[in-house]
């Protein structure tokens, strides 16, 4: 059975750059992981869709973050990379990763989440 760890540094300030990392382990059994995904939910708001890549390494993100994003994989340490860039307080959620197997937005397995919060 596939588990998602996320990893991140919990207290950022404004304006640095923030890092998480998914680390995969386990067996996705007879699937294959199409897409990567990071997602994200503030205090007393919904999900936020962030970002994903591709098993091709295809990257895609949500508008809404404007370039400010980058999402990597890196498939020898069964990793992807989450940076954003120039935080703000509005970006204190937590932030979770997800994989999926065969549409980028039907998520077969979740992270448990890491909280990040932003300082001014």
């Known amino acids: 059975q596939v588990q998602l760890q996320e990893s991140g540094p919990g207290l950022v300030k404004s304006s640095q750059t923030l890092t998480l990392n998914c680390t995969i382990s386990?067996?996705?059994?007879?699937?294959?992981?199409?897409?990567y995904t990071w997602i994200r939910q503030a205090p007393g708001k919904g999900l936020e869709w962030m970002a994903h890549v591709s098993i091709a390494d295809t990257t895609y993100y949500n508008p809404t973050l404007k370039s400010r994003a980058s999402i990597s994989r890196d498939a020898s340490r069964n990793q992807f990379t989450l940076r954003l860039t120039a935080v703000n307080p509005e970006d204190t959620a937590k932030y979770y990763c997800?994989?999926?197997?065969?549409?980028?937005?039907?998520?077969?397995?979740w992270g448990q989440g890491t909280q990040v919060s932003v300082s001014p």
């Open positions: 997800a994989i999926a197997s065969m549409t980028p937005y039907e998520f077969d397995v």
């Open positions: 386990g067996s996705t059994g007879t699937k294959n992981v199409y897409y």
